[in-house]
C-alpha cells in the first residue's frame, strides 16, 4: 500500500497512481472517517484535485512532495482558508501562504485542509477547541493530545501521511506520541514561522507528523532554511541522513529522577526502549535531569506566559467570552508580568542553559519519555490544568534550552496505548536524531499509525557527496562516540560510512591528551587494515578543521580498503618514537574499550 510519503512519490513517478488519484483518496478517506472535529476546514475538493492534475507539466523528478497530500494546523495561513487558531471571533482570511506552505506547494505537496488544535496553541490535549474534540484513533477515549491535534488525528488514521503543528512546549511531540506517529520538532529558526500565529514568538517553530522519521526529514528538507520576513529565522545548515554510528552515547537521567505520576506501565515501556537502545549498540550514561526540570517550570510560571498575552490581549479586553475558559485563564495570568520579573527569568534562564550543556559533553543524544503518563478525555475534562501540565513534564524545556526534538513511536501497552520516546540534542542535529531514530523506529517493528500500516524497510541512505563537501577519514579520538567527535558535529560534519584502511598501516598510541593514535603508512601488504569512519565536511569546515589539527598529526591521504584515497589523519615518522604500536586492536575504539577493560 502507498501510505508514506516515500512511497507514494515513489508511485506518482513510476505512473502506477497519480497525484489526483491520491489526492481524491484523501478526502473519500476524510468522508468515510467522519470525525468533524479533525478539520476546521476543507478546500473544494476540485480546486485541490485540479492544482494536483496540473504537476504533470513539472518535473517530477524536482518535486521531492510529488502530489502529496498535507493537512496545516489551523494557526499557520494557507491563502484563502480561514486562519482561525480554534477562535472563530480571531478568524482572519490569509491572501498569502505561510513560508513553509508556500515551500511544500513548491515542492509538490497539495495543501487539503486546516486542522484543529487547543485554541491558540495553548495545551497539550487536544480538548480545548469550540470545533470539538478529535477522536483519538488508537483508542478512542484516550484524548488526541494537543496542541496540534486535528494534524496528528489526521496522519494517524491515514487522512494524509504528512501534516503540519507547531511545538512551542510540545505540542509536536505529546499528539505524535498519543497516536503512534512521528513528530519531528526542528532547531528554533531553522524553518520560518512567516505566516504563524504565535504562541510564545521567541520559542515557537512548525512542526512535522508523519509516519515515518524519512518521511518527516523530508519536509524538513524543503521547509528549511532562512526567511528574510522572520526575524526569528536562522541561518543553520541541515545536514543529510547519515548511517547509524557506532560507539553511541545516549543520556538517560540518574536513578530516581523520572517522573512517571504512577503509571507503571509508562516506567515499563520506557524500560524496555531502553535496552532496545542497549540491542542497538548504543552505551547509556547518566546525567543530571533537575536543571532541566526548573527550566520546565519557567515556561508556565515566568515571563514566557506575557507572549501568550499578547497575542490575543485586544480579544481579551473586547470580547473575553470568545476565548476557551480554561485558556483565558492561564493567559490571562501574563498580564500580571513585570519588567523585572522577566529579567530574572532570562538571567536564570542563561545559567541553567550553561548547567544543562554539560549534560552534552560525553552525549550524542538525550532519550527521554515523550510524556510520562497518558489520559483519557473524561479526566482531562475534569482536571485541565493539572494533568496538561504533567505530559509536559519532558517537553516544556526544550525550546527555553534551544534544543531540537524527535518523538518515535516505542510500543503499544498491554492497554492499547501507546508509548513513545523522543530524542534530544543541541540546536542543528537534527539530521543527525534522525539518523539513529529511524534505526529505533525500524527497529521496533511496530505498524504505523492507527491503521495496521506495516513499515517499509529502511530505504538505503545516499551517500554522494554534496556541494563543496569534502571527505576526511577520522582513525582516532573524532570516531563516533568518542571524546573529540563533537568537534565534527560543530563544523556540521555528517558520517558518510565505517569501513578500513587497506592493509598498509600501522597504528600507534600516541602521548597526547587526549589520547590519540597515529595512522602510519608503510610497505604495501606490510602492515594490517585499520578501522576508521569517513565523515563530510563542508569545504570552509574542511579548512578550519584541518589547520587546527597538531602536530605529530597531519592530513594526507588515506588508502581504503577497496581502493579508494580520501584525505585522512595519518601521522609523520618521526612522531611515532617510543609509542606503542597497537596495530593488533584493528582501530582506535577496540583499543580503548580495551584499555578502559
Not at 514568538?201 to 524538513?220: I, K
Amino acid at each position: 500500500m502507498t501510505e508514506t510519503v516515500a512511497a507514494i512519490v515513489a508511485a506518482h513517478r513510476a505512473g502506477s497512481q497519480s497525484p489526483a488519484q491520491t489526492v481524491a483518496r484523501s478526502f473519500k478517506r476524510i468522508r468515510e472517517h467522519n470525525d468533524p472535529a479533525i478539520f476546521i476546514s476543507l478546500r473544494d475538493e476540485k480546486d485541490a484535485i485540479a492544482e494536483a492534475e496540473r504537476l504533470a507539466a513539472k518535473d517530477a523528478g524536482a518535486l521531492p512532495l510529488l502530489g502529496i497530500p498535507v493537512a496545516v494546523k489551523d494557526n499557520i495561513d494557507v491563502a484563502g482558508l480561514p486562519t482561525t487558531a480554534a477562535c472563530p471571533a480571531y478568524a482572519y482570511t490569509p491572501t498569502r501562504d505561510a513560508t513553509v506552505v508556500a515551500r511544500l506547494r513548491q515542492a509538490g505537496a497539495i495543501i487539503i485542509g486546516k486542522t484543529n488544535l487547543d485554541q491558540f496553541a495553548t495545551g497539550l490535549v487536544g480538548v480545548r477547541s469550540p470545533y470539538g474534540i478529535p477522536t483519538n484513533p488508537m483508542r478512542a477515549d484516550l484524548i488526541p493530545g494537543g496542541s496540534s491535534s486535528g494534524s496528528a488525528v489526521a496522519v494517524s488514521a491515514g487522512l494524509v501521511p504528512l501534516s503540519l503543528g507547531t511545538d512551542t512546549a510540545g505540542s509536536g511531540r505529546v499528539p505524535a506520541m498519543l497516536n503512534n506517529i512521528v513528530g519531528l520538532k526542528p532547531s528554533l529558526g531553522l524553518v520560518p514561522t512567516t505566516g504563524v500565529v504565535p504562541a510564545c514568538r521567541t520559542l515557537d517553530c512548525v512542526s512535522v507528523f508523519s509516519l515515518t522519521v524519512d518521511d518527516a526529514m523530508s519536509a524538513l528538507s524543503v521547509m528549511a532554511g532562512p526567511d528574510p520576513s522572520d526575524p526569528f529565522s536562522r541561518h543553520r545548515t541541515l545536514s543529510r541522513l547519515s548511517p547509524f554510528p557506532q560507539g553511541l552515547r545516549l543520556g538517560v537521567p540518574h536513578d530516581g529522577q523520572l517522573i512517571f505520576f504512577g503509571d507503571k506501565a509508562q516506567e515499563a515501556a520506557y524500560a524496555a526502549a531502553l535496552e532496545r537502545w542497549r540491542s542497538l549498540g548504543a552505551t547509556l550514561v547518566d546525567f543530571d535531569l533537575g536543571p532541566f526540570y526548573e527550566t520546565a517550570r519557567l515556561l508556565y510560571e515566568g515571563p514566557w506566559v506575557a507572549e501568550r498575552y499578547l497575542v490575543i490581549r485586544n480579544l481579551l479586553a473586547s470580547s473575553p467570552d470568545a476565548i476557551h475558559p480554561v485558556t483565558r485563564e492561564i493567559t490571562i495570568a501574563g498580564s500580571r508580568i513585570s519588567a523585572a520579573d522577566t529579567f530574572a527569568a532570562l538571567y536564570r534562564l542563561q545559567a541553567l542553559r550553561r548547567t544543562a550543556e554539560h549534560a552534552y559533553a560525553n552525549i550524542d543524544a538525550l532519550v527521554l519519555p515523550t510524556a510520562p503518563t497518558s489520559y483519557s478525555t473524561a479526566q482531562v475534562l475534569a482536571n485541565p490544568i493539572e494533568l496538561n501540565s504533567r505530559l509536559g513534564t519532558y517537553t516544556n524545556f526544550v525550546n527555553l534550552l534551544d534544543l531540537c526534538g524527535l518523538a518515535l513511536p516505542s510500543a503499544i501497552r498491554t492497554d492499547e496505548i501507546p508509548f513513545g520516546i523522543t530524542l534530544l540534542a543541541p540546536a542543528g542535529q537534527d539530521a543527525q536524531l534522525a539518523s539513529i531514530g529511524r534505526v529505533f523506529q525500524a527497529h521496533t517493528k511496530l505498524t504505523l499509525g492507527a491503521k495496521g500500516v506495516a513499515a517499509p524497510s529502511l530505504a538505503d541512505l545516499d551517500q554522494t557527496l554534496t556541494g563543496d563537501e569534502i571527505p576526511i577519514a577520522v582513525v582516532g579520538a573524532h570516531l563516533s562516540g568518542m571524546a573529540l567527535n563533537g568537534e565534527l558535529k560543530e563544523l556540521d560534519g555528517r558520517l558518510v560510512e565505517a569501513t578500513s584502511t587497506a592493509p598498509d598501516y600501522r597504528l600507534y598510541a600516541l602521548a597526547t591528551t587526549p589520547p590519540k593514535p597515529g595512522l602510519l603508512r608503510v610497505e604495501a601488504g606490510a602492515g594490517v587494515s585499520i578501522e576508521l569512519e569517513v565523515w563530510a565536511l563542508p569545504a570552509v569546515a574542511f579548512a578550519k578543521f584541518v589547520a587546527a589539527i597538531p602536530p605529530p598529526l597531519s592530513i594526507g591521504t588515506v588508502r581504503l580498503k577497496d581502493g579508494r584515497g580520501v584525505k585522512g589523519f595519518i601521522v609523520e615518522a618521526a612522531g611515532i618514537a617510543g609509542a606503542r604500536d597497537i596495530s593488533e586492536f584493528g582501530g582506535w575504539r577496540s583499543f580503548m574499550t580495551k584499555a578502559a577493560g
